[in-house]
Nanobody, 120 residues
């Protein structure tokens, strides 16, 4: 069993910064990849950024390239998203996502989400 919890969301003015973090906990699990998704009201959930555990390769949505940076600490089972130059259109609930193996089964896991609101 694996559990993920996000933190770091909040209110910020346009042009400001926030740092989101996600921590995994449990026993007898390995994580292959972690990332962040976001979903705004009336919008589809979209991938923001992802990073693999083996070589650290990253993938970003075009809308956040150059502004957001994803990082991970494999030893601590955490992933972070540094969000700079925030725009009102970044407002959404941000979800931590991971591909992990536990009890011999690999599947996706989701955190509960953290709200990010950017005002103009």
């Amino acid at each position: 069993q694996v559990q993920f919890v996000e933190s770091g969301g909040g209110l910020v003015q346009a042009g400001g910064s926030l740092r989101l973090s996600c921590a995994a906990s449990g026993s007898s699990f390995t994580i292959n990849a972690m990332g962040w998704y976001r979903q705004a009201p009336g919008k589809q959930r979209e991938l923001v950024a992802a990073i693999t555990s083996d070589d650290g390769s990253t993938n970003y949505a075009d809308s956040v390239k150059g502004r957001f940076t994803i990082s991970r600490d494999n030893a601590k089972n955490t992933v972070a998203l540094q969000m700079n130059s925030l725009k009102p259109e970044d407002t959404a609930v941000y979800y931590c996502n991971a591909v992990a193996r536990a009890d011999g089964v690999e599947r996706n896991y989701w955190g509960q989400g953290t709200q990010v609101t950017v005002s103009s």
